[in-house]
Structures are given as structure tokens and as C-alpha cells.
């Protein structure tokens, strides 16, 4: 059974640093794209960044130069580094399997609150 | 980026009566490849998105066949048959051939 679990989501202050994991079971995260997308409160879903087979990062526009993607497959798992934080970066973050231009997993989302 | 635009944005609909949503793209969804990845997602209250059709018109795993998907080019449309009480959420369309994914504005269903 696939299965997605995100950690790491909290308050943090405007400017601050947080990493987010993704922990995937029932396969092999180093044979799909992965990647995270982000759904700010009462509003849609937004694709944040997304990592592909091969290491090959992309990043949406708004936060492009501030998150990283990453991933361990000893650990199969992947992460999320947040650097300065911004109020609008406050969001559920979803940790999904990109399978063929598609997200057919998602995980159950990591609260991350950008606050003073 | 890609815009998607879902119509309409709210749907309130009679138990066993027939609904449908409209989702149109700025540009083709025709890969290179000759696909076109254009998907549909449920999103119940309080839980995460669920995937329901892939590349136009392929359900998913699970997914009872009241829904169905259908379109071409930048013009899609998911139908539901028979709306049922469990039908109740947030639908999106999202488009994968070009990056960044992009999602419509969401269709909250929910029942007369």
C-alpha cells in the first residue's frame, strides 16, 4: 500500500527556516517524480516544487530561491527546506507521487504557519 | 503559466440528479508525447485531494463509475450521473503537461 507522511509543519516566524519530510512506503521514492503542493487557508491548491527521477529540481515562481527539494532514498524520503519564510508561504503542505504528468498520491498535509 | 479556469464555482445539485463541471485551459494540453494529461480531483471536507481521472478520461482505481471525464485540446469536462450524499466536496482540474502544474480555481458541490 502507498502511503505519504509529512512532518515537520509548525509556527514559524517571518524570515525563519523550516524543513518538512515526506515519508513514502510501499515504493520506491527514487523511481517516481515527487514533489509538494501547498493549499493556503479557505483557499486551492497551488504546485510548489517537484523533484524528478533523475535529481532535477523545478520550482513555481513564488518560491523559487527560497525552498529546496530534496531527497534521501536510503531513508525513502523527501523533504521540503523552507528559508525566509514569508506570511504567504502559510499553508497545508501536501507531499504527492508525481506519476506521468499526475498527482496520484497525496499525503495527509503538514500545517505551516508564518507568523510574528 | 497555464491558467485553468473551472466553471461553475458553485453547484448545488439535487441527490440523484446529474452534475457537471467545466474546466477550460489558456493553452493546449497536447503533450509532445500526444497526451494530454488533464486530471480531476475530489477534495472532501477536512481530508486531502484524491485523484479521480487521469489524462482526460481514465478513472482511477475505486472510483465509481458515476464520474467520468471527457474533453480535448482546452475544453474538459467532468460529469457525475447520479450525485450521492458522499459526492460533497471541492473538485479540481489540473493540468500536468506543462510545469508548473497548474489547478483550476476549484467547483464546491454540495446538495439542495
Known amino acids: 500500500e502507498v502511503r505519504l507522511v509529512e512532518s515537520g509543519g509548525g509556527l514559524i516566524q517571518p524570515g525563519g527556516s523550516l524543513r518538512l519530510s515526506c515519508a513514502a512506503s510501499?515504493?520506491?521514492?527514487?523511481?517516481?517524480?515527487m514533489g509538494w503542493v501547498r493549499q493556503a487557508p479557505g483557499k486551492g491548491l497551488e504546485s510548489v516544487s517537484i523533484?524528478?527521477?533523475?535529481?532535477?529540481?523545478y520550482y513555481a515562481d513564488p518560491v523559487r530561491g527560497r525552498f529546496i527539494v530534496s531527497r534521501d532514498n536510503s531513508k525513502n524520503t523527501l523533504y521540503l527546506q523552507m528559508n525566509t519564510v514569508r506570511a504567504d508561504d502559510t499553508a497545508v503542505y501536501y507531499c504527492?507521487?508525481?506519476?506521468?504528468?499526475?498527482?496520484?498520491?497525496w499525503g495527509q498535509g503538514a500545517l505551516v504557519t508564518v507568523s510574528s | 503559466d497555464v491558467v485553468m479556469t473551472q466553471s461553475p464555482l458553485s453547484l448545488p445539485v439535487t441527490l440523484g440528479q446529474p452534475a457537471s463541471i467545466s474546466c477550460r485551459s489558456s493553452?493546449?494540453?497536447?503533450?509532445?508525447?500526444?497526451?494530454?494529461?488533464l486530471n480531476w480531483f475530489q477534495q472532501r471536507p477536512g481530508q486531502s485531494p484524491r485523484r479521480l481521472i487521469y489524462?482526460?478520461?481514465n478513472r482511477d482505481s475505486g472510483v465509481p463509475d458515476r464520474f467520468s471525464g471527457s474533453g480535448s485540446g482546452t475544453d474538459f469536462t467532468l460529469n457525475i450521473s447520479r450525485v450521492e450524499a458522499e459526492d460533497v466536496g471541492i473538485y479540481y482540474c489540473?493540468?500536468?503537461?506543462?510545469?508548473?502544474?497548474?489547478f483550476g480555481q476549484g467547483t464546491k458541490v454540495e446538495i439542495k
Open positions: 504527492v507521487r508525481d506519476n506521468w504528468y499526475s498527482f496520484d498520491y
Open positions: 523533484l524528478s527521477r533523475d535529481g532535477t529540481s
Open positions: 510501499g515504493f520506491s521514492i527514487s523511481t517516481y517524480y
Open positions: 489540473m493540468q500536468g503537461t506543462h510545469w508548473p502544474r497548474t
Open positions: 489524462k482526460v478520461s
Open positions: 493553452q493546449s494540453l497536447v503533450n509532445s508525447d500526444g497526451n494530454t494529461y
